[in-house]
Every structure is written in structure tokens, then in C-alpha cells.
């Protein structure tokens, strides 16, 4: 974070407008108290926020990015398909389990994502992160065989946002 000037006392201005934007479609509401609230509150969570930026992020392959957010998109749909399906039937098609997966990338920010890809996909849920950070608990709604989501987590996920972010 900068020190000076502007930077001192707005130092995410595209976050911080981000944030606005965000509060007034929550709130369907452009009236002069809502922008008002908005403005004050994200301006706040800039400056609280601000310290904990590590650095700029740095995308390296900006098209793999795209087709790793369009692979998760698809994968989250029918993901929700086959979790409904197993939950509409009877409990006998669930099985659940947790599954340890060792994590060859490195940097808080890819690690989040790929945390946050697995929770996102209906039927996982990224459970810890162990301390020495080189293990992702994983707890699946239906788990058969636990190297067969491993080898999914680490191919499917894991690999191409090792690609994005080079780590």
C-alpha cells in the first residue's frame, strides 16, 4: 500500500467502486442514503482490507483463465444435476467421506481458488487447509473411491490454475 497522497486515504479505488456498485444492486436502490451508506462502508472496507494486499496479482496465461472459469461453470451445473439427483433418491446413493489431496501449488491466492473451486462445485466442500499448507481436506456428499476425486481436484483444478498463476 502506498503512503501518500490519495492512495493514503482510497487505496483500492476499483474495489472500493466495485463495492458501491455491489451495495446498490443488493439494495435495488439508488436513493441519496444508499449511495451515501455504500460509499462509507466500502471506503471502510478498503482501508481495512488494504493492508492485507500481498501485491499486485499476475495472471500469466489470461486465456487458460478463461477456459478454467468456463470448465468450472459447467462443472458446477452438472454438478447441481447429479447432487440432486442422488438426494432425490435414497440415502443408500450417498456415501459420504473425506479425502485428504496433496496440493502442489503454492501462493495464498491460488490456493483460495482452488479452496474456493471445490466448495463451489455442488457435492464438495473444502474443509481445511492443513498449517504446513501442502494438504486440502476435502469432504464429498458421495465419495467411491477417494484417488478418483484426488486425480479430478489435481488435473482438473489444480493444474491449470498451477498454468494461470505459474506456481
Known sequence: MKTGGLSRWLPLPLQTAVL???????????????????????????????????????????RLAGKYLL???????????????RILR?????????VAVPLDIRGDLPVSLLANTVSLTPGTVSAELSSDRCWLYVHALHLEDDTVLIKVIKERYEQPLREIFEC
Do not use: T
Open 71 to 85: 470448465r468450472l461453470l459447467k462443472d458446477i451445473v452438472v454438478a447441481n444435476f447429479d447432487v440432486a439427483a
Open 20 to 62: 458501491v456498485v455491489v451495495w446498490l444492486l443488493l439494495n435495488n436502490s439508488m436513493a441519496p442514503g444508499q449511495i451515501l451508506l455504500g460509499v462509507v462502508l466500502a471506503w471502510l472496507v478498503s482501508l481495512l482490507v488494504a493492508p492485507l494486499q500481498e501485491g499486485p496479482i499476475r495472471v500469466r496465461r489470461f
Open 90 to 98: 435414497s440415502r443408500r446413493h450417498l456415501k459420504p467421506g473425506f
